[in-house]
C-alpha cells in the first residue's frame, strides 16, 4: 500500500513536470509569434518600399507621356516638313519606349502628307490642263488675228497680246509639270539656239538677254528634249532676270562639252547664300520628291518644275558656282543622247536667234570669202598638212575627221575636243586677209516689224491679185 506522502511528492513531481513542459510551450509560442511579427513588419517595409518605388515610376511615365504629347510628338510632326527640327529625347529611362510611337507617327505623317499632296496634284493638275487648253486656244485666235490684219499699229498691239499670252501659258505650263502633267507640246528636231531663244521669248525683260552662241551650226535637239529644255532654260532667265538690276544684262553662252553641250546662264544680281544655293541645287537635281507644302506662300514653282523635267529627260543644271558677275551661275548640262544634227542649209535656225561664231562643217566658202581661203590653201605649210593627212575614210586616232570642226569631238563623242594650231600668214597674205563683216543681229522689236512688213506686202499682193480685172480702174 502507498503512503499518503509518496503520493503527494509524486503528485508533486509530475506537476512540477508538466509545469515546465506547459512552460516551455508557451515560451516557444511567442517566441514564434515574435518571429511571425518581425516577418511581418519586414514584409510591411517591402511593400512600402514596392509601393513608393511603383508610384515614383508611375510619376515619371506620366510625366514621359506628357512631355511625349505636349513636346516630342508635336517636334516629330513638324521635323516631317523641316528637317531641321529637332526632337528632344525622354525625361529619363521611363521614356525609353516610346520611341517607337515617334516611329509610327513619322511614318503615318508622312503617308498622310504624300495622300494630300498627291490629292492637291490633281486637282491642281486637272485645273492648269483646263488653262493651258484656254490659253492655246487664245494663241490661235492671236496669230490669226496677227495674219488676217496688217495694220501696224494693230499687229503691234496684236503680238504684244501674244506674248503677254505667252507668258501665262508658261506660268500655267510650269505648274502641270510640277504637278506631273506633261510638258503640253510635241515638236520636231530644233536648233538648240531657237530653244534658247523660244524660252527667251516667254520673259517680261527678253531684251536683257544677251546669247553668245560657240556651236557649229546644226546642233539640234530631238524632238522629246525641245520644249523641256526650252522650259528649263526660261525658268533659269526668268531667275536670273528677276533677281539682277534692270540696267544689267543676262549673258547665256552655249559652248560644247565632251558629254554634250552647256547652256551657261550668268546674271550679275545679288546672287544666293551658300545655303539658299545648297536648298536650290538640291531643288534643281530632282532626287527627291517635291512637296506642293514645301514650295513657299506663294508657291516659288520654277525650281521645282525644273527638278521634276531633269528627272524625267536626263538633264543636268548645276546651281552650286557663283558667277563672275557676282550673281549666279546656272550650267544645264545635254548629253549626246538628246542631241541631233540637221542641216542649217536646209533648215536653218530663226531669225531672231543668236548667229553661231563657227562654221558648219563642210561649209562652202562665200564668194566674196573665196579669195582669202584660196591664199590659205597656197601657203607653204599646207601641202605638209595634207601629205600627213590620212586617206578619205580612213579614220586617225587622235585627229577629228575632214568634216569636223576645230575644236569639236567627233560624232561618236569619244575623243575630246582637240586645239588645232593656226598657220601663221606672213608677209602680204597677212596684209591681204579681210575681214569678213559681220551682220548685226535684230532685236525681236525689229524682226516683229520686219515681220509685219513682209506679211502687209504679202496681203497686199494678194488682194491685188484677186481684184485685178474687176474692179474699176
Given at each position: 500500500?502507498?503512503?499518503?506522502?509518496?503520493?503527494?511528492?509524486?503528485?508533486?513531481?509530475?506537476?512540477?513536470?508538466?509545469a515546465?513542459?506547459?512552460g516551455?510551450?508557451?515560451l516557444?509560442?511567442?517566441?514564434?509569434?515574435a518571429?511571425?511579427?518581425?516577418?511581418?513588419?519586414?514584409?510591411r517595409?517591402?511593400?512600402?518600399?514596392?509601393?513608393?518605388?511603383?508610384?515614383?515610376?508611375?510619376?515619371?511615365?506620366?510625366?514621359?507621356?506628357?512631355?511625349?504629347?505636349r513636346?516630342?510628338?508635336?517636334?516629330?510632326?513638324?521635323?516631317?516638313?523641316?528637317?531641321?527640327?529637332r526632337?528632344p529625347?525622354?525625361?529619363?529611362?521611363?521614356?525609353?519606349?516610346?520611341?517607337?510611337?515617334?516611329?509610327?507617327?513619322?511614318?503615318?505623317?508622312?503617308?498622310?502628307?504624300?495622300?494630300?499632296?498627291?490629292?492637291?496634284?490633281?486637282?491642281m493638275?486637272?485645273t492648269?490642263?483646263?488653262?493651258?487648253?484656254?490659253?492655246?486656244?487664245?494663241?490661235?485666235?492671236?496669230?490669226?488675228?496677227?495674219?488676217?490684219y496688217?495694220?501696224?499699229?494693230?499687229?503691234?498691239?496684236?503680238?504684244?497680246?501674244?506674248h503677254?499670252?505667252?507668258q501665262?501659258?508658261r506660268r500655267?505650263?510650269?505648274?502641270?509639270?510640277?504637278?506631273?502633267?506633261?510638258?503640253?507640246?510635241?515638236?520636231?528636231?530644233?536648233?538648240?539656239?531657237?530653244?534658247?531663244?523660244?524660252?527667251?521669248?516667254?520673259?517680261?525683260?527678253?531684251?536683257?538677254?544677251?546669247?553668245?552662241?560657240?556651236l557649229?551650226?546644226?546642233?539640234?535637239?530631238?524632238?522629246?528634249?525641245?520644249?523641256?529644255?526650252?522650259?528649263?532654260?526660261?525658268?533659269?532667265?526668268?531667275?536670273?532676270?528677276?533677281?539682277s538690276?534692270?540696267?544689267?544684262?543676262?549673258?547665256?553662252?552655249?559652248e560644247?562639252?565632251?558629254?554634250?553641250?552647256?547652256?551657261?546662264?550668268d546674271?550679275?544680281?545679288?546672287?544666293?547664300a551658300?545655303?539658299?544655293?545648297?536648298?536650290?541645287?538640291?531643288?534643281?537635281?530632282?532626287?527627291?520628291?517635291?512637296m506642293?507644302?514645301?514650295?513657299?506662300?506663294?508657291?516659288?514653282?520654277?525650281?521645282?518644275?525644273?527638278?521634276?523635267?531633269?528627272?524625267?529627260?536626263?538633264?543636268?543644271?548645276d546651281?552650286s558656282?557663283?558667277?563672275p558677275?557676282?550673281?549666279?551661275?546656272?550650267?544645264?548640262?545635254?548629253?549626246?543622247?538628246?542631241?541631233?544634227?540637221?542641216?542649217?542649209?536646209?533648215?536653218?535656225?530663226?531669225?531672231?536667234?543668236?548667229?553661231?561664231?563657227?562654221?558648219?562643217?563642210g561649209?562652202?566658202?562665200?564668194?566674196?570669202?573665196?579669195?582669202?581661203?584660196?591664199?590659205?590653201?597656197?601657203?607653204?605649210?599646207?601641202?605638209?598638212?595634207?601629205?600627213?593627212?590620212?586617206?578619205?575614210?580612213?579614220?586617225?586616232?587622235?585627229?577629228?575627221?575632214?568634216?569636223?570642226?576645230?575644236?569639236?569631238p567627233?560624232?561618236?563623242?569619244?575623243?575630246?575636243?582637240q586645239?588645232?594650231?593656226?598657220?601663221?600668214?606672213q608677209?602680204?597674205?597677212?596684209?591681204?586677209?579681210?575681214p569678213?563683216?559681220?551682220?548685226?543681229?535684230?532685236?525681236?522689236?525689229?524682226?516683229a516689224?520686219?515681220l509685219?512688213?513682209?506679211?502687209?506686202?504679202?496681203?497686199?499682193?494678194?488682194?491685188?491679185?484677186?481684184?485685178?480685172?474687176?474692179?474699176?480702174r
Amino acid at each position: 500500500m502507498i503512503e499518503i506522502p509518496e503520493l503527494a511528492v509524486g503528485g508533486l513531481a509530475a506537476g512540477t513536470l508538466s509545469a515546465f513542459v506547459l512552460g516551455g510551450g508557451l515560451l516557444r509560442a511567442r517566441r514564434e509569434r515574435a518571429g511571425h511579427r518581425a516577418e511581418i513588419r519586414s514584409l510591411r517595409s517591402e511593400l512600402d518600399a514596392s509601393r513608393g518605388e511603383l508610384d515614383r515610376a508611375g510619376a515619371a511615365f506620366a510625366a514621359e507621356i506628357e512631355h511625349l504629347a505636349r513636346t516630342r510628338l508635336p517636334a516629330e510632326a513638324t521635323r516631317s516638313a523641316h528637317p531641321h527640327v529637332r526632337v528632344p529625347g525622354p525625361l529619363g529611362p521611363a521614356g525609353a519606349g516610346t520611341d517607337a510611337v515617334l516611329d509610327a507617327l513619322r511614318e503615318a505623317v508622312v503617308a498622310e502628307r504624300k495622300r494630300v499632296d498627291a490629292a492637291a496634284r490633281a486637282g491642281m493638275r486637272g485645273t492648269t490642263r483646263e488653262i493651258q487648253a484656254a490659253l492655246y486656244r487664245l494663241q490661235d485666235v492671236l496669230r490669226g488675228l496677227q495674219q488676217r490684219y496688217d495694220d501696224p499699229e494693230l499687229a503691234q498691239t496684236l503680238y504684244a497680246l501674244d506674248h503677254e499670252n505667252e507668258q501665262s501659258l508658261r506660268r500655267a505650263q510650269v505648274a502641270a509639270v510640277v504637278c506631273g502633267a506633261w510638258v503640253g507640246l510635241a515638236r520636231e528636231e530644233s536648233h538648240l539656239v531657237d530653244a534658247v531663244t523660244g524660252g527667251q521669248a516667254r520673259l517680261v525683260g527678253y531684251h536683257r538677254v544677251q546669247v553668245l552662241h560657240h556651236l557649229e551650226p546644226g546642233t539640234a535637239l530631238v524632238s522629246h528634249a525641245v520644249e523641256p529644255v526650252a522650259i528649263i532654260v526660261a525658268e533659269l532667265l526668268d531667275n536670273a532676270l528677276r533677281h539682277s538690276s534692270p540696267d544689267t544684262s543676262v549673258v547665256v553662252g552655249l559652248e560644247r562639252a565632251h558629254h554634250g553641250v552647256t547652256v551657261t546662264v550668268d546674271d550679275a544680281g545679288v546672287g544666293m547664300a551658300p545655303d539658299e544655293r545648297e536648298r536650290a541645287q538640291r531643288m534643281v537635281a530632282g532626287r527627291d520628291p517635291i512637296m506642293l507644302s514645301e514650295l513657299g506662300d506663294p508657291p516659288r514653282m520654277g525650281l521645282a518644275a525644273i527638278g521634276q523635267l531633269t528627272r524625267q529627260f536626263d538633264l543636268s543644271v548645276d546651281l552650286s558656282s557663283p558667277s563672275p558677275y557676282g550673281g549666279v551661275r546656272a550650267v544645264l548640262l545635254i548629253k549626246n543622247h538628246l542631241l541631233c544634227t540637221v542641216d542649217p542649209a536646209l533648215r536653218p535656225h530663226s531669225a531672231g536667234a543668236a548667229p553661231s561664231t563657227r562654221q558648219a562643217a563642210g561649209h562652202e566658202p562665200r564668194p566674196d570669202r573665196a579669195q582669202p581661203d584660196e591664199e590659205v590653201r597656197q601657203h607653204p605649210a599646207a601641202p605638209a598638212r595634207q601629205a600627213a593627212a590620212p586617206p578619205p575614210g580612213v579614220p586617225s586616232a587622235g585627229v577629228p575627221s575632214a568634216g569636223a570642226a576645230p575644236g569639236v569631238p567627233s560624232a561618236d563623242g569619244d575623243l575630246l575636243p582637240q586645239r588645232r594650231r593656226r598657220v601663221p600668214v606672213q608677209g602680204a597674205q597677212a596684209g591681204r586677209s579681210v575681214p569678213a563683216p559681220r551682220i548685226p543681229a535684230r532685236s525681236p522689236e525689229e524682226s516683229a516689224a520686219a515681220l509685219g512688213a513682209l506679211q502687209s506686202a504679202t496681203n497686199a499682193a494678194r488682194q491685188a491679185a484677186a481684184t485685178e480685172g474687176n474692179d474699176p480702174r
